[in-house]
């Protein structure tokens, strides 16, 4: 079958197609018929085959107000297309591709791009504002009114057809099925990211995660296949204490049934201590500082990326920080895209990497709106969500 002989009629010329719009916060996301712009220099537009629920996206579908609240939008970042037509300058994508929309961006060419010490793309990460990555508020789509739609996080997957950036898009082995790919466009390399490339976790060491979404569950099993020797996972939702074992979750503490005690000085008994690295998945600056404290005292490290609402400021006691422990963020798990998103395919396509746990769910792009509902329930890890055609 020609996967792409439907696709060139388009070239040049916008598309009008399906997409599932945030018109306002909280709000239950309308399925509407917009206008998808073609591609300009640089740009590539995708047909989304399927795309995942993030609980990112739950985030910024609340949020109400500051400069990142924005409506109408296209929500949606973990997902998976094949490019539909590339705009002028685009090298090493064509027609028919697999790709791999990413939020996070990778350049290639700066200075960070360059060095292997961070992902932090600096010619574009400290944008996060803007619609589309070179054009500033400029958007590639409209709704039947005419009015510009905002894009987010420079991927907006809730949309038969998208325009991605290339510095946001990975080239795919169309080995892996599409639907455990897409779990790689965000929260599963963002765990897995976090306990390989910024924890940098060893064997035999001991670990807490703070928070078992898949983003938790993915930092448990970068830690598994690293060897450590103990992976405590700390979750109110005592569900996914049985789904963690999965991941190699050792033990399990459940912050209600701690009576008096802290879970930190829960860990510490646990572990002799504090373990050797500690991952807050949840969001809350309050668990950020359990997380740090149940780590040990001279040599813990402890790796939040958990996104809370408006930039909230965290506090840590000076003395624990004196002590010895250190602490991070990470976005996209220290990963680079076009780098380490096709090793972590191989890891999947060589039965090492456990993709399949995270799909609980497989929805219709029409019942997207229950995929909100089921996550906030806790009742999912990814519910994949199959566009119609
Ligand atoms: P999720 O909703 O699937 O999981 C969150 C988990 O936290 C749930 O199991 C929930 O029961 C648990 N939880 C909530 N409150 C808790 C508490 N007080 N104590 C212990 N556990 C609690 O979410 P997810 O999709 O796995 O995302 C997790 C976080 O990671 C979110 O904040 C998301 O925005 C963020 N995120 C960050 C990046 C990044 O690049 N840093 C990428 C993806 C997601
Ligand atoms: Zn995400």
Redesign the pocket.
């Known amino acids: 079958m020609d996967k792409t002989s439907s696709f060139s009629i388009h070239k040049g010329k916008p598309i009008r197609c399906k997409a599932a719009l945030c018109r306002k916060a909280r709000e239950a996301l309308v399925m509407e018929e917009i206008q998808v712009d073609p591609p300009q220099a640089y740009e590539v537009r995708i047909k989304i085959i399927c795309t995942s629920l ?3 996206d739950v ?1 910024f579908w609340k949020l109400d107000s500051g400069p990142l609240a924005r409506f109408p939008r296209i929500l949606g970042h973990e997902s998976v297309g094949l490019v539909e037509s590339v705009g002028e300058h685009v090298d090493g994508f064509k027609q028919g591709d697999v790709v791999l929309p990413v939020f996070h961006p990778n350049c290639e060419e700066c200075k960070d791009c360059k060095s292997s010490k961070s992902n932090w793309c600096a010619r574009y990460a400290n944008d996060s504002i803007s619609n589309t990555r070179r054009y500033g508020m400029a958007s590639r789509f409209k709704d039947s009114t005419g009015e510009d739609i905002h894009h987010f996080l420079f991927v907006s997957s809730f949309s038969e057809y998208t325009v991605v950036d290339i510095a946001h898009l990975v080239k795919i082995s169309p080995d892996i099925p599409v639907q455990k790919a897409a779990l790689l466009s ?2 599963v390399s ?1 765990g897995v990211g976090a306990a390989w490339k910024v924890a940098n976790v060893e064997e035999g060491s001991t670990v807490a995660v ?7 569950l993915a930092a448990a099993e970068g830690a598994r296949l690293r060897g450590a020797a103990k992976i405590i996972g ?4 005592p569900d ?1 204490f049985e789904l963690g074992k999965k991941f190699g979750f050792t033990d399990f503490v459940n ?1 209600t049934l701690c009576g008096e005690k802290k879970v930190s000085e829960v860990i510490k008994e646990m572990t002799g201590g504090g373990v050797d690295y500690s991952f807050e ?4 600056p309050s ?1 950020l500082s359990e997380a740090f404290i149940s780590t040990r005292t001279g040599s813990g490290k402890t790796v939040m ?3 809370g609402k408006h930039a909230a400021p965290i506090s840590l006691g000076s003395f624990d920080l004196l002590s010895g422990r250190t602490i991070c963020g ?4 220290g990963l680079k895209s076009k780098l380490d998103i096709p090793v972590l395919v191989d890891h999947y396509l060589k039965k090492e990497l456990n993709l399949d746990s995270f799909i609980t769910h497989e929805l219709k792009f029409q019942e997207i709106n229950k995929a909100f509902e089921l ?1 906030e329930e ?1 009742k999912t ?1 990814r519910c994949i969500i199959w566009m119609d055609n």
């Not at 703070?210 to 938790?216: I, M, N, P, Q």
């Not at 700390?234 to 939702?237: A, F, S």
């Not at 998945?281 to 809350?284: A, D, E, F, K, P």
């Open positions: 993030c609980h990112t985030t965000c929260g963002t703070f928070g078992l979404g898949a983003v938790g700390v979750d109110l939702n996914k912050p998945c949840v969001g809350l668990i990326l958990g996104m990470s976005l996209f798990g996550l806790g890890l």
